[in-house]
């Protein structure tokens, strides 16, 4: 399966533990995206990388969240300290982004959250 | 089983009949759109996109519409399978090199036999 992948695929935490999930873009493509998704609404963008560079980060994103690309090959995105209000599904996307061409983002499976 | 111009939360059809999913986008300098439809448990899948300077594209079985005028984009799916049935989203990107997507609200279309 050469499609983004996304690990774990469920994970239950206790309100204010740690949690990090990963993803590994398909091979070639150079952007990588989190989005988060709950219940009813569309993906809402997080943060994105452009090899290892972290290019933009929403004010979704708050303190206590944290990602990384360090290789430009996968990524992680850390929650610490975790709050109900987290509980949602993280989705992954990669896209090759070439100059003057579009932005086609292919997504993951999700990695769904539940924070008791 | 049709609906133009009004986006409409779910959209129950018959097995064979013709789906139109309608979004409205926020941003009039948006450069890029894209449809995507996501099954239960899984990731937004890609269908069809279009830039800002074309009006119409088609795929198999899909075609999707741009008025820039009013900021509304359409996906129309023939002969609409059980298959098809999922959530669909419009997506929109301002500029393709600043990345990051927009996503619309979702319409469910389920489809009957």
């Known amino acids: 399966d050469t499609g983004v992948s996304q690990d774990p695929r469920h994970k239950i935490t206790k309100r204010g533990q740690n949690v990090t999930f990963r993803c590994d873009p398909i091979s070639e493509h150079n952007r990588l995206y989190w989005y988060r998704q709950t219940l009813g609404q569309g993906p809402e963008f997080l943060t994105y990388f452009q090899n290892e560079a972290q290019l933009e980060k929403s004010r979704l994103l708050s303190d206590r969240f944290s990602a990384e690309r360090p290789k430009g090959s996968f990524s992680t995105l850390e929650i610490q300290r975790t709050e109900q209000g987290d509980s949602a599904m993280y989705l992954c996307?990669?896209?090759?982004?070439?100059?003057?061409?579009?932005?086609?983002?292919?997504f993951g499976p999700g990695t769904r959250l539940t924070v008791l | 089983g049709e609906s133009v111009g009004l986006h409409l939360p779910t959209l129950s059809v018959q097995e064979g009949d013709n789906s139109i999913i309608n979004c409205a986008y926020s941003n009039s300098a948006s450069d890029y759109f894209i449809w995507y439809k996501q099954e239960s448990g899984k990731g937004p899948q890609f269908i069809i996109d279009?830039?800002?300077?074309?009006d119409k594209r088609q795929g198999q079985r899909v075609t999707v519409l741009l008025n820039k005028t009013v900021k509304h984009l359409s996906l129309q799916i023939a002969a609409t399978q059980p298959g098809d049935s999922a959530v669909y989203f419009c997506a929109e990107i301002y500029n393709t090199n600043a990345g990051k997507s927009t996503f619309g609200d979702g319409t469910t279309l389920t489809v009957k036999p």
């Open positions: 279009i830039r800002s300077n074309m």
């Open positions: 996307a990669s896209s090759l982004n070439l100059a003057g061409g579009t932005d086609t983002q292919y």
